[in-house]
């Protein structure tokens, strides 16, 4: 296989895992968006798949984060990768709440920081790929406020918003669309 034959395998793949994730991520926003607001901290019912799938999305976006940045410069590379520290992280406690039916004690001391390096990551990567001019500005502006998407904008069905992103970065990558550098 040559070179560019793996760095084509790569990028589908890391396709093919920003759309799953985003297809997870839109089917939580959908199911957000038809609940109503929920104040109680017990994980109960359909929330079990809830925090599931948001977990499983997180994890999934990680290789498109990465593809991504690579249309961008060294800073792209950093911001993906504070990004996907972030999301491992969230996904983590995610995780443990799910098992637990609440969240832990500790919780705060592990979304606070996970939730700083998604934007603070996102913002970085905006600002490089933006300036790269590789990919559309829409698509590089639009990071940090994937960010709201998911987090602030959750219960009201926001993940809706950044899945739909995510599938098409995904579609994007997976045919090759972008060229990314080496």
Sequence with gaps: MTINETAQSGRVAAGL??????????????????????DDPRVLGEEHLLLGLFAASLILLVPGLVALARH???????????????HVLLAFGATSSNLRGEDYAWFPFVAVPANLGMLVGAIMMAVSLWRAG????????????????????????????????WLVVGVLLTSGTWRTRR
Excluded: F, H, N
């Design 134 to 165: 590789q990919v559309p500005r829409a698509v590089a502006a639009a990071l940090p406020a994937l960010w709201a998407c998911e987090i602030i904008l959750a219960q009201l069905g926001g993940g809706l918003i950044a899945g739909l992103y």
């Design 72 to 86: 961008g410069g060294r800073a792209a590379l950093v911001g993906a990768v504070v990004v996907s520290a972030g």
């Design 17 to 38: 895992a920003a759309s799953a994730g985003g297809l997870a991520m839109a089917v939580t926003g959908v199911m957000q968006a038809m609940r109503p607001m929920d």
